[in-house]
Structures are given as structure tokens and as C-alpha cells.
């Protein structure tokens, strides 16, 4: 009879999120996963059955929480325009450290640089959540030109691609030391093509 696990799988997930968000992916050693989850080695390994394992677990819990936020502004009692402005000043303040993570940028942006091209499981799972994004956004900006709220002559799935690419770009601006007004520049600049 196997013995019931005593730890919280999903507080493991959640811990071990946070040491790969930090370091990456490469850069955290089973160690690192053993000392941010509490967890033996044997724990992890008979859990997850690999570092590569509760890497997907974390990006995927990650994703779904990112998914969930978006989700939740969409369905504000607000003009497009608005919901995407608010977007886009979310990344800024997460960007320019006033979101208080400490620098570590975006999980997602940060794993498809660090692993996508070399990882075609991690590239599936980016290219499946991305694909999600841009039709929740899509259907978005349809309503929002259904509204008068956004240009209608623009076709919707390309401004929701654009949204996603700004959202990108500020982010990978970000790391390369663009400050917050360089940001919020080109937040308002995308708010204004729409």
C-alpha cells in the first residue's frame, strides 16, 4: 500500500513557480525546487517524475492564472478601450517594478526566450495559451467595434494580435531598461491605433 502524501501538491506547484520565475528554468537546480518546496528529492521526483514535469505544471498554473486576470477585466462593465488601456497599464506598473515582483518580468515572455525555440512542449503549451489570448481578445475588440468603441474599419484579430505584441514588447523593453515613461509612451501609442 503506498503512503499517503503528506505536503500539498499545489502549494508545491505554486513554490516551485516562483523559484523558476526567478532563475528560469536552466538556472534552477532540483535543489532549488527541493529548498522552495520543502520537498525531498525523492518527493519530486515520485510526484512530478521530473524537473521538466513541475516546470509545465508551474508554466501551466501560470498561464491559467494570467488567463483567469484577463478574463476578469474583459468582463468589466467598461468600454473596450478602456479594459485594454487598463491592460496595458498593468504591464507598465508590472514592468517598472511597481507591481513589486522583484524584477522577474513575465513568465511566459521569460520561458518562450529562455526555452521555446528548443522545447517543443513548452512552445506548444506558449502557442496554445497565446492562441487564447488572442481570441478572448479578439471577440473583445469585436464588441468594442460593435460599440463604436474601436475603429471598425481594423480588422479585430489583428489589433488583438498588436494588443498581445505590445504587451510583448513592453515587457521585453522592460528588461532591456526602458523606465516607466518610456513605457507608458508606447502604451498610449498603441491605445491611440485602436
Known amino acids: 500500500m503506498a503512503r499517503p502524501r ?19 528554468y536552466e538556472a534552477t537546480s532540483t535543489q ?3 529548498d522552495a518546496t520543502g520537498l525531498g528529492r525523492s518527493s ?19 498561464m491559467e492564472r494570467k488567463a483567469e ?18 491592460l496595458l497599464d498593468r504591464i507598465v506598473a508590472e514592468e517598472s517594478g511597481a507591481a513589486g515582483d522583484g524584477g522577474r518580468g513575465c513568465f511566459f515572455v521569460n520561458t518562450a526566450v529562455e526555452l521555446a525555440a528548443r522545447d517543443a512542449e513548452v512552445a506548444g ?3 496554445r ?3 487564447r489570448r488572442l481570441d478572448v481578445l479578439t471577440a473583445a475588440i469585436e464588441a468594442g467595434q460593435r460599440d463604436g468603441d474601436i475603429d471598425r474599419a481594423k ?7 498588436f494588443v498581445i505584441a505590445t504587451v510583448g514588447g513592453l515587457r521585453v523593453s522592460a ?8 513605457l507608458e509612451g508606447v502604451a498610449r501609442t498603441a491605445l491611440a491605433a485602436l
Open 6 to 24: 503528506k505536503f500539498d501538491e499545489e502549494r508545491a506547484v505554486d513554490a516551485a513557480l516562483e523559484a523558476f520565475w526567478t532563475a528560469g
Open 32 to 34: 532549488d525546487l527541493c
Open 44 to 62: 519530486i521526483y515520485n510526484t512530478f517524475r521530473s524537473k521538466h514535469d513541475l516546470f509545465r505544471r508551474a508554466l501551466a498554473r501560470y
Open 69 to 86: 486576470e484577463l478574463a476578469e477585466l474583459l468582463e468589466q462593465d467598461l468600454p473596450v478601450r478602456e479594459k485594454i488601456g487598463t
Open 125 to 127: 503549451a506558449l502557442e
Open 129 to 131: 495559451d497565446h492562441a
Open 155 to 161: 480588422d479585430a484579430r489583428t489589433l488583438a494580435g
Open 175 to 182: 528588461r532591456a531598461g526602458a523606465d516607466a515613461a518610456a
